[in-house]
């Protein structure tokens, strides 16, 4: 295993734990709003907590973008890390939260690692070496457009203001595919997409934390992740678009006459 994946996959199962231990328990955990349905626990910080020791233990001068404690500047290796992914769903005893981690090097992306430690599932990729499930090798599906497909999305609750734009996009795409999930965790939705459960995919507004890992899961299982005009800055923007080559060409194709402002963030 590569050294960067080895100490990302240690780092994720000792978050696994933490989350594992206090699923169900959600009455008991002490839970904070950090703005608007937008929560966090204590099992979020402890998680990342767990990660970042890990991190340290291994590569003390690494520098750390993560969700609940920011950005710690270091080498020109960052690590980018949600240590909980699907909060609302924990809190509620949903069973779809997965922990998130990519290590970036001068702004390219090198290695992931995304693990759903309620389904025991390990999602990894390294740049150029391709994706894996446990193992076993990944690869999109091979679906050559929309008709028939199944998609994923996340509703944008975090940037309510794109709200009308994105139920519009949702009536657009709704019409052409077989069918639409929104299941809570991003990261678990572009690791299975990755997996070839779904076939494409598409949010407003996420946070690098969301998609660093699922995105290089994707490239490397064949896929295409994009922003909105399908170019390169989804980690700036926070607007993804995902799925084969095809499928991600459609999906754009639909979406773009709706967007309005949430093309320009």
């Given at each position: ?145 929309l008709q028939g497909a199944l ?115």
């Amino acid at each position: 295993m590569h050294p960067l994946v080895n100490i990302g996959v240690r780092a994720a199962r000792e978050a696994g734990k933490v989350i594992s231990r206090s699923f169900g328990r959600s009455e008991a955990l002490n839970v904070t709003s950090k703005a608007s349905n937008d929560f966090v626990s204590e099992v979020d910080r402890n998680a990342e907590q767990a990660i970042i020791r890990a991190i340290r233990k291994a590569y003390p001068d690494h520098a750390i973008l993560a969700e609940e404690s920011g950005h710690q500047p270091g080498s020109e290796y960052e690590w980018i890390i949600d240590p909980l992914d699907g909060t609302t769903n924990f809190l509620h005893g949903f069973p779809q939260c997965a922990v998130s981690i990519a290590v970036r090097w001068r702004g390219q992306l090198e290695a992931a690692v995304v693990l759903d430690p309620l389904r025991d599932e390990l999602f990894t990729a390294v740049r150029g070496q391709g994706a894996q499930l446990d193992g076993r090798r990944l690869r999109v599906a091979q679906r050559k457009g929309l008709q028939g497909a199944l998609l994923a999305t996340g509703f944008p609750f975090k940037a309510q203001h794109h709200l009308d734009a994105y139920l519009d996009s949702f009536r657009a795409l709704f019409l052409k595919v077989a069918d639409i999930r929104r299941p809570g965790s991003a990261a678990l939705d572009l690791a299975w997409l990755a997996a070839g459960r779904i076939d494409g995919f598409w949010e407003i507004g996420l946070s690098p934390w969301d998609t660093a890992a699922g995105a290089l899961l994707i490239r490397e299982a064949g896929g295409v992740v994009s922003d909105f005009s399908g170019g390169d800055a989804f980690l700036e923007t926070g607007n993804v678009v995902a799925g084969h080559l095809k499928v991600h060409a459609e999906i754009i194709e639909t979406i773009a006459p709706y967007l309005g402002d949430a093309l320009k963030r």
